[in-house]
């Protein structure tokens, strides 16, 4: 191989290294998994993991929402993809809502993974019967705040959506 | 006359008259690069120390300035020639692989201060503090590049032996809840409190160690220029 070769291949080196170590910097991998995923987020081809996404529908429409986060967790590691977020918060919903009263833990993590999703999301589940993050978010805050109608008995007949 | 013409010597006296090959394109373009580059990725790891889940921290804007001294320092006293880099009459490519050698140089240098600076609190300034002192006084010394690395591997060594051995002794690596830690440690977990210094995993230690290694075995590759002859 020539100098000449050499140079050419020693740029080629720092800059691809000095790319990679200020994108390490930056994205704060934790594992090398980590650096996987964040690496794919970086270039564009960053997917949720279908299997692990339809494990977590199939527990959230058994009311096992802890499992179903779980599922959508692994799914989307990056929490990037606004359908699993959706379904991250509806869980929240749900294994918060009371009758009586709400978990209030609950709805606040509901809130703060509705953050994560842009507020024009409509989700195509015939099956929801809240379908846009924002009768999502409208409900988990309500569900957060105490009025005076939440002394109505005739809340004890609502359900829960 | 025949003695004269017997003596061996002048064989010798041929051989120091031939020219010093430096290193060869291949470690001044690939082997020192990459070997600093390491230092560059490495300076700034920690492990966490629940999980060793890594942690990158980003260089307080000091190191940058130790970096840049440190890089002042290597100029005067020859270490390296910036006209055996960098010059005009080079080729625009040698000058931008050259370029890139030296720019490696530096972001390894920031991020070995980043290893051995600690993160926080008083031990960041007391150390910080030792780093300019001695920084500031060899600016004004006379070096050779043999004094001067020799100088610097005792510097960034004693600086190790303060981080990672003794302020990182100073720390507990349990992980718990504040009381049980109280229990186990209560001198360990004062220090801890009383010093600032965040709790890393064990092998945090082992790769600092290692990137300082790599950085004097790259300070001793470097040549003083890069043109051959």
Known sequence: MKEKHFQIL????VAVGLTFIAFLYWSQPRTLAEVATKGSVAIGTYEVNKTEFDAGLAAFRQDQFVAARSAFERADPE?????TQFYTAYSYYRQGWGRVSNDDALFKSGLETMGRIDPNFRSVD????????????????EGLKLTASDFNPLKLTKERK | MDEALEKPEIVTDIALVEPRVGPSASVIYLVLPAILLAVTLLGGLRLGVA???????????????????????FVRSGMVAVDGWLASENSGLRN????????TLFTALVQLYNSLLPEQGLPFWIVGFCFFWTLWNNLFAEFDPKRLLRSMAALFAMAFAVRWLFLANLTPETSGSWIERILQNPTQEAFTWLLDIPRYSAGTGYIQFFTLALFLLGLYLLPRSASRD
């Not at chain 2, 940058?64 to 001294?69: G, H």
């Open chain 1, 10 to 13: 020693g740029i080629a080196v």
């Open chain 1, 79 to 83: 929490k990037r993809d606004a359908a």
């Open chain 2, 51 to 73: 999980d060793n889940a890594f942690i990158f921290l980003k260089p307080a804007l000091t190191c940058l300035v130790f970096a840049a001294v440190t890089m002042v320092l």
């Open chain 2, 96 to 103: 931008a692989a050259n370029a890139a050698v030296l720019l």
């Open chain 1, 126 to 141: 015939a099956n929801l019967q809240m379908k846009t993050a924002a009768e999502l978010k409208f409900e988990l805050e």
